[in-house]
C-alpha cells in the first residue's frame, strides 16, 4: 500500500515531536487535567487564539479568520491509570489518584497525547497560513473521555454558548493501524455503553451456618450467568449486543459468608431500541434473583453512560472523497462500526449539527512488519511510531477543516 502523508518541514516535525514528549510524559487522569489545561491554554494563547476554559480542565480556543463557515475540531486529553511499559526515554512516571482515593500510575495509554499535539499543530499551521483560508475554527480540548464525562461538562458549562456554533464537528483517534491509512464508518460509527456496579445485599453468617445466611456470593453468581443469556436469548439475531460483567467482589475470608458482594457490568449496543431491551433486561433479571433467594434488593449505581457516535452520511462521503485526494484513495478505508465507545457524538447531537469521526494508524510498515501483533489502545505498551503518526494526522485533520472552511474572498 502507498501512503503518502502531507509534506512537514524540519521545524514543524521538531515542533510536533517536542509537544509530543512533553505530553505523553506528563499524563494526568480524567477530569484532573489541571497541567495540560494549562499547557494547552499558554499554547493557544500564544499562538494568538481566544480561550477560555470549559468543563473544568477543557480548553476552548476560537480562532477567526475573516466571514466564513464556522468549523469545530476536537482532540480528548485525559490519560489512563496504566503502568506504562513502553520502555521509551520519555515514557511517563506520572500518578494519579482514582475517585476512591487510591494512588496509580499514569499513562496515555490510547492516544490522547496525539490527538492533543495533532491539534495544536492544526491550530498553528492555521494561524501561519491565513490566506489559505477564512471562517472561524473551534478548537475543543475536552477531558474526561475515558470516563464520558468531559463533553457533557462542557456542554453543561455553556460551550455553545460561550463559543461560535460550528456547521459541523470533527474528531479522529490514532489506534494501531498503518500510519497513513483512515478508517471511517458512515452512520453508526461506535456503540453507545454503559456502565453500572451491582451490589447484591444477603446476610452474614459463619461457613459452618450456611442455612443462616443469605449467600450475596451465590446470588451474584446467578445473576452473572443468567444476564448471559440476555444477548443469546433476548436480543434479535440481526442485532448486535455485549454484556460483559468484568469485576466480581465479595468477602474477605474463605469460612464466612459475607452480608454482601458488588460486580460491575458493561453493556455495548448500537440500537437504541436494542439498549433498551437489554438494560430492561438487567434489572429485571438482578432483581428476579434476588427475590428468588430471598434477598433484599439490590442497589445499582450507574458508572458511566456513553452516547453513539453517528456520522452524517452526506459529509462522511465528502469526507472521504476529501481524503482520498490527500492520502490516496486505497489508504481511506469504509468499515462497519465497531464496539468502541466515545463521547464525541455528544458535541454536534447538543446543538443538531453533523459530525465525523474517524480512525488514523500510528505504526509504520516496519514497526508492523516487525511483530506478530502491535499495541493496541489501553495497552501498557501502546506507543504509536510517532513522526508517522503525527504526520498522518495532521494531514487528515487539516485536509477535514479546510473541507469545510472558506477560502478568502470566496465561499467554503
Not at 497513513?180 to 453500572?196: K, L, Q, R
Not at 439475531?237 to 460486580?263: D, R, S
Amino acid at each position: 500500500m502507498t501512503v503518502t502523508l502531507l509534506p512537514t518541514d524540519d521545524t514543524t516535525t521538531r515542533t510536533m515531536q517536542e509537544l509530543y514528549r512533553h505530553l505523553h510524559a506528563h499524563p494526568e487522569l480524567s477530569m484532573q487535567e489541571t497541567e495540560t489545561c494549562a499547557f494547552l491554554t499558554r499554547r493557544l494563547d500564544d499562538l494568538g487564539l481566544e480561550t477560555f476554559r470549559c468543563g473544568g480542565t477543557g480548553v476552548v480556543g476560537i480562532l477567526r479568520n475573516g466571514a466564513g463557515p464556522t468549523v469545530a475540531y476536537r482532540a480528548d486529553t485525559d490519560g489512563l491509570p496504566i503502568q506504562e511499559e513502553t520502555g521509551l526515554d520519555y515514557a511517563s512516571t506520572a500518578r494519579g489518584t482514582l475517585a476512591d482515593g487510591t494512588d496509580v500510575p499514569a499513562m496515555h495509554g490510547c492516544g490522547h497525547d496525539t490527538h492533543m499535539t495533532v491539534a495544536l499543530t492544526l491550530a498553528e499551521h492555521l494561524v501561519t497560513h491565513p490566506s489559505a483560508w477564512a471562517g472561524t475554527v473551534v478548537f475543543i480540548f475536552q477531558p474526561g473521555e475515558e470516563t464520558g464525562a468531559g463533553a457533557v461538562a462542557m456542554l453543561a458549562d455553556g460551550l455553545w454558548d460561550r463559543a461560535p456554533r460550528p456547521e459541523i464537528v470533527y474528531g479522529q483517534h490514532v489506534w494501531p493501524g498503518l500510519a497513513g491509512t483512515v478508517d471511517i464508518s458512515s452512520g453508526v460509527a461506535m456503540a453507545m455503553a454503559d456502565s453500572w456496579k451491582v451490589t447484591v445485599h444477603g446476610r452474614q453468617a459463619h461457613g459452618s451456618q450456611p442455612d443462616q445466611s443469605i449467600d450475596p456470593i451465590v446470588l451474584g453468581a446467578h445473576m452473572i450467568v443468567r444476564l448471559q443469556t440476555i444477548v443469546s436469548r433476548e436480543v434479535h439475531p440481526m442485532k448486535a449486543a455485549v454484556v460483559t460483567v468484568g469485576t466480581f467482589h465479595g468477602g474477605l475470608k474463605e469460612n464466612i459468608i459475607p452480608a454482601t458482594a458488588e460486580f460491575t457490568v458493561n453493556v455495548r449496543t448500537f440500537d437504541v431500541e436494542v439498549r433498551t431491551r437489554v438494560l430492561d433486561s438487567l434489572r429485571r433479571i438482578i432483581a428476579a434473583e434476588a427475590q428468588a433467594s430471598g434477598a433484599p434488593e439490590p442497589v445499582i449505581e450507574v458508572l458511566s453512560t456513553f452516547p453513539r457516535c453517528y456520522n452524517d452520511p452526506a459529509a462522511t462521503q465528502q469526507l472521504i472523497t476529501e481524503l482520498g485526494g490527500a492520502l490516496g484513495t486505497n489508504c481511506v478505508i469504509e468499515v462497519p462500526p465497531v464496539m468502541g465507545s466515545e463521547d464525541f457524538g455528544l458535541l454536534a447531537e447538543a446543538i443538531g449539527v453533523p459530525s465525523v469521526y474517524w480512525m488514523f494508524g500510528g505504526y509504520s510498515q516496519q514497526t508492523i512488519d516487525a511483530t506478530d501483533s502491535v499495541a493496541g489502545n489501553h495497552s501498557p505498551h501502546f506507543a504509536p511510531d510517532s513522526e508517522p503518526a503525527l504526520a498522518a494526522g495532521l494531514t487528515a485533520a487539516l485536509t477535514a477543516v479546510l473541507s469545510r472552511v472558506g477560502t478568502p474572498g470566496g465561499t467554503a
